[in-house]
């Protein structure tokens, strides 16, 4: 199969989909493997670091109208639009409940569309988001605590505090990977850490893993209230799959948080779980609502794409090496996981959650292929 990679033209993206490593696995699978020139750079692989291993570099034209199997990291922009084809599989974070003019770019084009993050496992597990998620929560705890300082705005809070100083408070709103990971930052820089999470399953689990060190609380909407009044910073972790994301915290909740807080909304790639949260890049990260500072980049991990380029790699090359090998339709076949990763076929949704975001019809997976 002809798999290419093309460069992410969207603002302040430096992830590519594919690292050298993985481009000579591919190879040695006898795929054919062509790099838009330049896709890697901002990842530190050089174009000739995939020549080396016998991958073809090319043009953007010819990434886009030769390839079979297209890898991505970010879903196409308006300027992409125009390249989607009949033929063409697209593999990427698509996030397209949260984007109704792509949603029909994609639909209109006839091209295949297959998201990394609706990518789901039996016991419900995201395998190819679960990494960007890591990322993107250790992350988030390191964002607020910079910008809680006094220069960029912030209240002028050290986080962890000094003896005889109280230490600043935590809200992490959703308890799965995000959060996870956003309490292992913030309980290392010595704040008070609260979780809100409706799994009680989920709270034991942390409890257990995180020793104790963290406040648990079940989520509702009196208690996200409360929680957001009292905190120096708060975290939005939710997720439902593929669909948009709650918007759990009200205007009138930001308005009675303490001026200068900071508010950080990972769930912005799927709309955001923040009434207050617009999506923004890493170049102009944040914004004031109310006094209080809003940092909502929908590309965190492209913020460290050393490490975010060879994490997605990990993950994303066993789906590959199956969609190379047995084409899209027997790679779905013998995979349920990757099967719910299909958003889009053929002019047919057939994802629910994204046809009901934009009130489009739905069709089974089964009936569309």
């Known amino acids: 199969m002809r798999i290419g990679v093309a460069t992410e033209i969207k603002a302040d993206e430096y992830r590519v989909a594919l690292t050298p490593a993985g481009a000579l696995e591919l190879i040695n699978r006898g795929h054919d493997v062509l790099i838009e020139s330049g896709a890697g750079d901002g990842s530190a692989f050089r174009d000739a670091a995939y020549e080396r291993i016998g991958a073809k570099i090319v043009t953007v034209d010819e990434v886009w109208e030769t ?29 397209i409940a949260a984007d109704e003019p792509l949603t029909r770019a994609l639909v209109d084009s006839g ?7 609706t990518v789901e496992t039996g016991n419900g597990a995201l395998p190819l988001l679960a990494p960007m998620s890591e990322v993107a ?30 230490p600043g408070r935590v809200v992490i709103i959703g308890g799965g990977i995000v959060g996870y990971n956003a309490a292992i930052v913030a309980l290392g820089l010595g704040a008070q850490v609260t979780i ?53 915290v009200t205007r009138e909740m930001i308005a009675g948080m303490k001026s200068g807080a900071v508010v950080v909304d990972v769930a912005i790639d799927q709309g ?10 890493h170049t102009d990260p944040v914004y004031v609502v109310d006094e209080v500072i809003h940092y ?17 790699t990990n993950a994303t090359l066993p789906y590959v090496e199956a969609i190379a090998e047995r084409g899209l339709h027997g790679a779905v076949a013998a995979d349920p996981a990757l099967a719910k990763g299909v958003n889009v076929i053929g002019g047919k949704i057939t994802y629910q959650a994204v046809a ?13 292929l």
């Open 67 to 95: 390839s079979e199997l297209l890898l991505k990291v970010k879903e196409p922009v308006a300027a992409e639009y125009p390249r989607l084809r009949e033929g063409l599989t697209l593999f990427t974070y698509l996030h």
């Open 111 to 117: 091209v295949t569309a297959v998201a990394y993050e």
């Open 137 to 166: 929560g250790k992350l988030a705890s390191q964002a607020g605590a910079y910008f809680l300082e006094k220069p960029f705005g912030g209240r002028g809070l050290l986080l962890g505090a000094v003896p005889g100083v109280e």
């Open 196 to 248: 809100l999470e409706r799994s009680i399953d989920r709270m034991r689990h942390l409890e257990e893993v995180l020793s104790g060190r963290v406040t648990l609380l079940m989520s509702s909407t009196l208690q996200i209230a409360a929680s957001v009044e009292g905190a120096d910073l708060v975290i939005g972790a939710v997720l439902i799959p593929g669909a948009l994301a709650p918007k759990l």
């Open 272 to 281: 955001g779980c923040f009434e207050t949260s617009h999506a923004t890049t």
């Open 296 to 312: 909502c980049v929908a590309n965190m991990p492209g913020g460290v794409p050393v490490t975010s380029t060879r994490a997605l």
């Open 356 to 368: 009901e975001a934009h009130g489009l019809d739905y069709t089974p997976l089964a009936d569309a």
